[in-house]
C-alpha cells in the first residue's frame, strides 16, 4: 500500500493518495480513541488477563497475514542482529508497560487519566530528546514543556494525588518512540509487531498459564461473546497500526502530527459520555493547561514546517516535495 514513486504522478493524483492517506489516519487515531469501549467490554477479565491475550492474538494474527503474503525472509535476519533483537526487547517491554497501564486505567474508570497521557506525550517526547539525545529546544518548545509540567503540578497539589497512569502512560509511550529511533527503522510496521508480540508470548503464555493453574482466567467462563471478544484483541490491535502505516507513507509528519491529537480527544469524550467517568475539577484544570501547551507545540510545529519547506524549494527547486514517515504508534 506505499504511495507510486516520485514525479510517476500528476497533481491530482499526488492529491487524492493525500486524501487517501488522511482518511486512513482518521481511522487509526479513531479506532485507538475508541479503544476504552472495547476494553471495558472485556471486564471482568483483568488487566493482565487482557494484556496476555492481546499479546499472544495479536501474534497469531500477524502471524497468518505473513503467511498469506509469504514475507517470512526478514525473520532469519532479524535474529542474527544482536542489536536490533535488544533493542526490540526492550521496545517490547516498555509496550507492555504501556497496554497494561492503559487497559488498568480503562477497568478502574480512570479513562481520562489515559487520554491526559497521550496530551502529554509529546512534551514528553520533546523532554527526553533533550535529556537522552541531547537535542536542542526552539523557545516555543521549551515554553510548552514548562506549561505541561505545571498542569502536572497542578493536579498532583489539587487533586492530592501524582496523575501517575498518565505520567507512566506518557513516558513508557515517549520510550518507546526513543528505542524505536535508537534502534532505526529496519523493520516496517508489521514485522516490528511481530517481533515486538514474539518476544513477549513467552511472558503472555506464563501469566496465562498462572490464571489458569489458579482458577483466576476468564477465557472460558464468561460466555461465547467474552471469548470471542478476547480473541478479536489481535485484530483489534493490528487493524489500525496498519491503517497508520499506510497513512504514514501518503501524509506529511506534520499532519500525522495533529491527527494524534483525535486519539486522546476520542477517549477523553469515552469516558466521560459513555463510560460516565467523573473528572474532577483539579484535573480539568490540568486538562486545560496541557492544551495551552498543546497549542503553542503546533504553533512551533507549522513554523518550523513551514521554514523547512521553504528552506528545501531553495535549495531543490526542481525535486518534488516528498513526505516524511512518522514512526507507528503502539
Known amino acids: ?42 471486564a471482568p477479565s483483568g488487566a493482565w488477563e487482557i494484556l496476555a491475550h492481546r499479546i499472544v492474538w495479536t501474534l497469531v494474527v500477524c502471524a497468518l497475514a505473513l503467511a498469506v503474503l509469504r514475507d517470512v525472509a526478514w525473520v532469519r535476519p532479524f535474529a542474527r542482529n544482536r542489536r536490533l533483537v535488544l533493542g526490540i526487547t526492550a521496545a517490547a517491554l516498555v509496550l507492555s508497560l504501556n497496554w497494561v497501564v492503559y487497559v488498568y486505567a480503562v477497568l478502574t474508570e480512570r479513562t481520562y487519566e489515559a487520554a491526559l497521557g497521550y496530551f502529554l506525550n509529546p512534551l514528553i517526547t520533546i523532554a527526553l530528546g533533550v535529556l537522552v539525545l541531547r537535542e536542542r529546544l526552539r523557545p516555543l518548545q521549551w515554553a510548552a514543556v514548562g506549561i505541561g509540567l505545571l498542569a502536572v503540578v497542578v493536579m498532583a497539589v489539587g487533586g492530592g494525588a501524582f496523575p501517575w497512569i498518565a505520567v507512566v502512560l506518557a513516558l513508557s509511550f515517549g520510550t518507546y518512540g526513543l528505542v524505536k529511533k535508537k534502534v532505526g527503522r529496519s523493520l516496517d510496521a508489521l514485522h516490528s509487531l511481530v517481533a515486538e508480540t514474539a518476544v513477549m508470548t513467552p511472558f503472555a503464555v506464563a501469566i496465562l498459564t498462572v490464571l489458569l493453574v489458579t482458577g483466576g482466567t476468564t477465557f472460558l467462563g464468561h460466555g461465547g461473546a467474552h471469548t470471542a471478544l478476547l480473541v478479536a484483541s489481535g485484530v483489534v490491535t493490528a487493524v489500525p497500526l496498519l491503517f497508520f502505516a499506510a497513512a504514514a507513507r501518503r501524509i506529511p509528519l506534520v499532519t500525522i502530527g495533529l491527527l494524534q491529537f483525535i486519539t486522546p480527544v476520542l477517549q477523553l469524550v469515552v469516558g466521560v459520555v459513555v463510560l460516565d467517568e467523573t473528572v474532577s475539577t483539579p484535573h480539568w484544570v490540568g486538562f486545560g493547561i496541557v492544551w495551552v501547551a498543546l497549542v503553542v507545540l503546533t504553533v512551533d510545529s507549522l513554523r518550523a514546517a513551514r521554514t523547512t519547506r521553504s528552506e528545501r524549494r531553495a535549495l531543490e527547486p526542481d525535486e518534488p516535495n516528498v513526505p516524511e514517515v512518522a514512526e507507528p504508534c503502539p
Open 1 to 42: 500500500m506505499s504511495p507510486p514513486p516520485s514525479g510517476s504522478t500528476t497533481a491530482g493524483g499526488d492529491e487524492a493518495e493525500v486524501r487517501r492517506g488522511t482518511a486512513y489516519g482518521f481511522l487509526a487515531y479513531g479506532i485507538w480513541g475508541a479503544f476504552p469501549i472495547y476494553f471495558a467490554a472485556l
